[in-house]
């Protein structure tokens, strides 16, 4: 199997290398992934249930791993609890990125409610801008993506190439389904946004974030009534020219 950056970047076959991947345990692949990009090696979590799972065999394996998360300013009291528990659970300080707006000056600039007028370019501000700040430098990030998670992930792979941000994309538990990481979750007294105990399935932002309209679709509970089914993160990359500014 390939471990080398160098070897990653000039000669992958992603097909193969993925195929390889799908065979390892989570914690395999997580030694993996640190073996290969090692300091340039991030996480980037919102405190969902895989990233928790995810950020639990990472802190077994390597607690120095850097964990990252992006604070758009709209997230829920439960949400900030969460971060702040599971600060004091593994001893460390998760690096914080800011949109470049506060919501006040997104107001101001860009309208008021924008996430109802406009929420691409809400999530842009909020979420698609700071994230090249959160893997500035890094080779790899890592994120809690699953292909059971909605019909627009299904094809996830556990290694890709986000153009988008330039660097590697891991999704170690791509291949999990929702069963999985909540039994993981209850087996280990692991923490979660008590939002999920009111019925709540993906949590992100408190302006598009509401019950799940059905229970199969997790993600069902996401900018309800609008097409948008992604913030952004996870679709194919537009050069940022051509975003809204
Ligand atoms: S999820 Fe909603 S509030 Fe959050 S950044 Fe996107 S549009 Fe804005």
Redesign the pocket.
């Known amino acids: 199997m390939m471990t080398s950056m160098r070897l990653l970047r000039s000669n992958v076959d992603y097909a193969s290398l993925n195929r390889q991947l799908e065979a390892l345990s989570l914690s395999e692949f997580l030694q993996w992934s640190l073996v290969t990009f090692g300091e340039k090696l991030v996480q980037v979590t919102s405190f969902g249930p895989t990233g928790i799972v995810i950020l639990d065999h990472l802190m077994k394996i390597n607690p120095q791993v850097a964990v990252t998360t992006i604070d758009?300013g709209?997230l829920f009291p439960e949400t900030y609890a969460l971060w702040e528990e599971i600060e004091r659970r593994y001893k460390i300080n998760i690096t914080v990125i800011h949109?470049q707006l506060t919501p006040q000056e997104q107001e101001r600039q860009l309208g008021p409610a924008?996430?109802q007028l406009?929420?691409?370019?809400?999530?842009?501000?909020?979420?698609v801008k700071p994230m090249a700040v959160a893997v500035e430098g890094r080779h790899a990030w890592i994120t809690g993506v699953r292909r059971d998670q909605s019909n627009s992930r299904a094809q996830t792979p556990l290694v890709t190439w986000d153009g988008r941000y330039n660097l590697f994309k891991l999704s170690p538990l791509a291949n999990w389904s929702r069963d999985d990481v909540w039994r993981y979750i209850r087996a280990h007294n692991l923490p979660y946004n008590a939002l999920h105990d009111q019925g709540y399935a993906s949590i992100?932002?408190?302006?598009?974030?509401r019950l799940p309209m059905n229970a199969v679709d997790e993600r069902s509970g996401?900018?309800q009534g609008r097409m948008?089914t992604e913030?952004?993160l996870h679709m194919p990359a537009r050069p940022f020219t051509a975003c809204p500014e």
Not at 204 to 209: A, I, N
């Open positions: 758009t709209f949109p924008l996430w406009e929420p691409d370019v809400c999530c842009h501000e909020r979420k992100g932002c408190l302006h598009c974030t996401r900018w948008k913030c952004g």
